[in-house]
């Protein structure tokens, strides 16, 4: 199924086999084999690569999903909506792993506290 929607959203944009595998810098050939089925378990790294140039998320890729379920605090508050999680994906798909987000978000509390803690 990941294979067929790869070559069905492939289609949709337009790109040949070749302009595809171009563009997500992956085999022509391992990207046909995946498109007929004959390889059925990419990794996740090459779903990546695939889902950038075809805008679709890797879940879409691997569910047929368009988008994620929302997850809900105590409260009833929306923790991650629908910007959030491409916000997420799409700093995986440019190669930010959790160290980098973890070391991100403590510079980003680090200028918050200079910036409450600043004297005059």
């Known amino acids: 199924m990941i ?3 790869i ?3 492939r289609e949709q944009k337009g790109y040949t086999l070749t302009e595809l595998a171009d ?3 992956v085999s022509k050939s391992y990207l046909s084999n995946i498109e007929r089925s004959l390889n059925k378990n990419p990794s ?3 779903l990546m690569k695939i889902a950038k140039p075809l805008h679709v998320s890797i879940e879409y890729l691997l569910t047929g999903i368009n988008q994620l379920e929302s997850q809900w605090n105590a409260n ?6 629908k910007e959030w999680q491409g916000i997420i994906e799409k700093a995986i798909i440019e190669g930010m ?3 980098d987000f973890i070391e991100y978000i403590n510079f980003i509390k680090f200028k918050n506290w200079e910036k409450n803690n600043k004297f005059d």
């Open 44 to 46: 996740i790294h090459f």
């Open 97 to 99: 792993n959790k160290e």
């Open 3 to 5: 294979g067929t929607r």
């Open 76 to 81: 009833g508050k929306e923790l991650l909506d």
């Open 23 to 25: 563009l997500a810098n």
């Open 7 to 9: 070559k069905e959203v």
